[in-house]
């Protein structure tokens, strides 16, 4: 090629060079490709001739060509690098650049890889503006914008490797930094070149399929269609049964609460009424009815009261009870072996405990079953003991919703949230339960011998019953009646004597007998079917509000009635209908606030008397005389020699 | 809530007791639009109902331009349990006379005269009107500092009768004291208290969500036109609502916490830093689609967001007692 010719006329077109240049470095880095090209005899010799300069031997020892190069080139040199400074304005021949290019790519590739010139070297400086002889000459814009037009395709030349190029490469990395906004974007740019790169392979798999969005209600859309669908075994059975079923209708009690403004949306009461369904269908029952809801702090129980069929459900508990009577034999057999040579035994008797009702008795006549939503499984709740009903009236807490929640409270309760559920549900149902008075009779005289006088805790549908009307119903509260008994203090509905284990067992109590007889009492609560004009109020609210659904049509009218004591807690009568709900928290109306129970008394000391009292040391002196005593009486039996010589001893100790 | 949506909002919020019978229901319907003419209200909310021993009260708030400017409030009183027909109605209308005639502020325009100039004073003017069949309304007095301390004493239920006057005796003796050297009265009408509660309840437990109502530069607060719903998981966190009252806390934030707010849309507090922690619940709810918020501290209020629209709103149906054992049940 005719390089060295033209390089000294042509000046101002060499610096077309300048962005063909640029990439080669990149493409070839490190000097050794050029090595075998630059050492062809024709190459290197023009080399010599026409470029090189002595500068390079300093900057680049290493390299075996460069030494070959001629010195005292120097200005060429200064041309060199000003060139390559100014190289936007040669223009006029941009293809014969780009010809020459090919050829000069090496070289100015090791030129390149000089670097900056370090300020006691002679090149230092050349690069900088103003020490260029071709500074002085301002560019034409016009082939300023050639330059700018080819340097930028230049850049949007694809790689043949990658399909990628430089250009739209700058651009994603810039945007990259720009939107993110990296903290030294410049020490990290390796990186996310790097990552905008790798980017490029993964977001293209993207763009092909949109992530859908699972939203909550999708899994809450797909529980509540189980709902609706039918299994299979189901059908047969229904139309079986049809005329006798324990499917409450929801849909019915929910309108004559509606009327009164009680009530879920219609949309949910459905639902829960199918869930009804689910579980009437699962369970051997024989009555249900939807209790009603009670309100969480992060869910919300629905409450299904259900009786089973007769002998169903006690297997169960049998099973339980023999468990615990089994644990309870076991604890004692471990209890005597330990016996033996252990501390003595704290006297300490706890009170009796009051054993649960049966099954289908009193506070657990009825088993519930609540879930979180419907659709969800229903869970049983465990039957009541006592001790939670006790407990659970000294306490107020809030429900979460998860029914293995602890109750955190004092005093402790004993259980978690589905026990306290449990107590809650039986407190309700105790306190609101309630029917028009006559629509429930006791159960008749035959069976009551039969039963023993327990008669009375049992009523019947009246088959005579006659409905009063709406406004009759409102007008006194003696036209309602419980028909749920009420929870004695005891905790339970029939009143258990407490004492009468120990004297059963052995005559180990006669003691305790003799210290609390008076405790004997029987607690009677009000009995069944009491009306409930005699309710107490609290303070001077009374217990129950009555109202009316309606006044403009007082013939259709429901008689509604709202409890004062456990607020959410309502009934309604119309005709030979009634029913009762509960919609709300779970907790009994307190005037004021709430006092939680005290902690227990500290227990007392021990009385102090002389023989607990630490006896004080005796001094030398005493010590001294008892042993002097005790010698003496030992000698005493001795001889009357001796006794003499041992009396003068003791008057000199003294 | 906004009247025009209370059929719909009721079905979303419906926790168990609304009091809004169905007669009471279709009632409104017809009586708040009336409302909205005869006052001459930009927008008429229902708030709630207070359930009284005997009675209950029914509440709508009329709002003029402004929205954050004081409020009228209106009520109705509804029936009391007992008693028949047409003897009934006289006691109504009695208790209208004595709730808002009185007031001398039969004619719309005595209202307007009161209605709230945007000056930015909070000073909220509440109105009563006794009525019979959630037809007729009656103007509520304004409540006052002192009433809203007052009524902070009296404790139990609503009675259900607005000239129903509370003694204070029942309060502890020192609250007394203080009430006799100051030479006020020992008594307090119902009504009175039912303005405060009403005023309490709003301060406390008002909420709304955020960006649904931004505030100009002129200081007056409207509803966001732009406002399409808080995202689902924006739905779920309680930063996302604020008490629609005058803020407290945001003026004690830190520089660095204020730096993220936007003047127009954060110019209230959030739920977030409510005292006592917990004292909202926040659920989804009908199969997830609404978020229902429920106060523990105000038992009975009930916020619902259908999230992604601008459906959402408040109201109370409760006794118009605060839960004062709130930190032993948690």
């Known amino acids: 090629m005719a390089e060295p010719g033209w390089e000294p006329e042509q000046s101002p077109q060499q610096p077309q060079e300048g962005p063909g240049r640029l990439p080669s470095e990149g493409s070839e880095p490190g000097g050794e490709p050029y090595r075998p090209q630059l050492q062809e005899p024709g190459a290197a010799s023009e080399y010599q001739e026409g470029t090189e300069e002595a500068s390079y031997e300093q900057h680049v020892p290493e390299t075996n060509f460069s030494q070959a190069h001629t010195l005292g080139q120097e200005s060429h040199q200064a041309q060199e690098v000003s060139m390559y400074q100014t190289y936007p304005l040669g223009t006029q021949e941009p293809r014969g650049a780009y010809q020459s290019y090919s050829e000069r790519d090496h070289y100015h590739a090791y030129e390149h890889k000089h670097g900056p010139y370090l300020p006691h070297e002679p090149g230092y400086g050349l690069y900088q503006p103003g020490y260029s002889p071709y500074d002085d000459q301002t560019p034409d814009p016009e082939h300023r914008m050639l330059a700018f037009q080819n340097a930028k395709a230049y850049l949007l030349k694809s790689s043949v490797t990658s399909g990628l190029n430089l250009y739209d490469h700058l651009v994603n990395v810039l945007t990259k930094i720009l939107d993110e906004q990296p903290t030294n974007p410049v020490d990290i740019f390796e990186n996310i070149s790097k990552d905008v790169k790798a980017a490029q392979f993964q977001k293209k798999m993207d763009t092909l399929r949109d992530e859908h969005e699972v939203l909550p209600s999708f899994d809450s859309a797909e529980m509540h269609r189980n709902l609706f669908l039918k299994t299979d075994g189901e059908g047969d059975e229904e139309q079986e049964e049809m005329g006798e079923t324990p499917l409450p209708n929801v849909m019915e009690t929910a309108f004559y609460f509606e009327q009164g403004g009680i009530g879920l949306s219609r949309d949910e009461t459905y639902l829960i009424f199918l869930a009804l369904k689910k579980l009437v269908s699962a369970q051997p029952i024989q009555t249900c009815r939807f209790w009603g809801r009670i309100l969480g702090q992060e869910m919300n129980y629905i409450i299904a009261e259900v009786q089973y069929h007769e002998g169903e459900e006690e297997e169960e508990t049998e099973e339980e ?190 003691e305790e007998k003799d210290e609390v007889p008076d405790e004997l009492q029987q607690e009677v609560g009000p009995p069944l079917l009491t009306p409930l004009s005699e309710d107490e109020g609290i303070q001077n609210i009374p217990a129950w509000t009555a109202s009316v659904s309606t006044k403009l049509t007082p013939q259709y009218a429901v008689a509604i009635l709202r409890s004062n004591r456990w607020p959410g807690a309502y009934a309604f009568a119309c005709g030979t209908k009634f029913g009762n709900i509960y919609f709300g928290w779970g907790h009994k109306y307190s005037l004021g606030n709430h006092t939680p129970a005290l902690p227990p008394p500290v227990q007392p000391e021990y009385p102090d008397g002389p023989e607990i009292s630490e006896a004080a040391d005796p001094t030398v002196e005493e010590e001294l005389a008892f042993k002097a005593a005790r010698e003496q009486k030992a000698l005493e039996s001795m001889e009357e020699e001796e006794e003499e010589e041992f009396e003068d001893e003791d008057d000199d100790d003294d | ?268 507090d959030s739920l977030e830093h409510d005292v006592p922690q917990g004292s909202w619940t926040v659920q989804l709810e009908k199969g997830s689609t609404v978020v229902v918020l429920r106060s523990l501290l105000w038992l009975g209020l009930t916020f619902y967001h259908v999230p992604v629209t601008k459906q959402y709103g408040y109201i109370y149906c409760g006794t118009g007692e605060k839960n004062l054992d709130l930190p032993f049940m948690l």
Not at chain 1, 437 to 466: H, M, S, V
Not at chain 1, 474 to 499: A, D, K, Y
Not at chain 2, 210 to 235: D, I, Q, Y
């Open chain 1, 321 to 510: 009870e023999v468990m615990v009577e089994g644990e309870k034999r076991m604890e004692e057999v471990e209890d005597e072996e330990k016996e033996k040579g252990e501390p003595p035994k704290s006297t300490y008797k706890p009170p009796p405990v009051i054993p649960k009702e049966e099954n289908g008795t009193g506070a657990n006549k009825y088993v519930y079953f609540v879930c979180n939503e419907p659709g969800k499984p229903w869970v049983k709740l465990p039957p009541v003991t006592p001790a939670q009903i006790v407990c659970a009236r000294k306490i107020k807490k809030f429900f979460t919703g998860r029914l293995d929640a602890p109750v955190v409270s004092f005093p402790p309760f004993p259980g978690n949230e589905a026990n306290y559920l449990r107590a809650q549900i039986a407190r309700i149902s105790a306190g609101t339960h309630v029917s028009p008075l006559g629509y429930y009779q006791f159960t008749e005289e035959g069976d009551e011998d039969e039963e023993g006088g327990e008669g009375r805790d049992d009523c019947e549908e009246n088959p005579e019953f006659e409905p009063l009307s709406a406004f009759e119903m409102v007008e006194s509260l003696s036209t309602w009646v419980h028909h749920v008994p009420s929870i004695l203090n005891q905790g339970r509905c029939v009143w258990f004597n407490p004492l009468q284990k120990p004297e059963e067992e052995e005559g180990e109590g006669e």
């Open chain 2, 1 to 268: 809530m906004d009247a025009s949506a209370l059929h719909t909002a009721l079905q979303l919020a419906a926790s168990g007791d609304t009091g809004l019978s169905l007669e009471k229901r279709a009632a409104l319907g017809a009586s708040l639009p009336l409302l909205q003419r005869d006052y001459r209200f930009e927008r008429v909310w229902f708030w709630g109902c207070i359930q009284g021993v005997r009675d209950a009260y029914y509440i709508a708030q009329g709002l003029g331009p402004d929205l954050a400017a004081p409020r009228s409030r209106l009520y109705r009183c509804s029936e009391g349990g007992a008693g028949n027909g047409p003897g009934r109605r006289d006691g109504g209308v009695a208790g209208e006379r004595l709730g808002m005639r009185g007031l001398g502020l039969e004619s719309p325009a005595a209202v307007r005269g009161l209605r709230p100039v945007p000056d930015g004073a909070r000073a909220r003017v509440a109105l009563v009107a006794g009525s019979l069949n959630c037809v007729e309304w009656s103007l509520l007095p304004p409540a006052t500092e002192e009433m809203v301390a007052q009524a902070e004493l009296l404790e139990g239920r609503f009675q259900g009768d607005p000239s129903f006057e509370y003694e204070y005796a029942e309060v502890n003796a020192e609250d007394d004291e203080r009430f006799l050297d100051d030479g006020k009265e020992l008594t307090m009408k119902e009504e009175n208290r039912l303005v405060a509660t009403i005023e309490q309840i709003d301060r406390a437990v008002g909420i709304i969500p955020r960006r649904a109502f931004m505030k100009t530069p002129l200081g007056s607060v409207h509803e966001n036109r732009n406002f399409e719903g808080l995202s689902l998981t924006e739905a779920k966190k309680l930063s996302s609502y604020f008490h629609f009252t005058e803020p407290v806390n945001l003026k004690n934030k830190t520089l660095l916490e204020k730096a993220d707010l936007d003047p127009s849309t954060d110019f209230l």
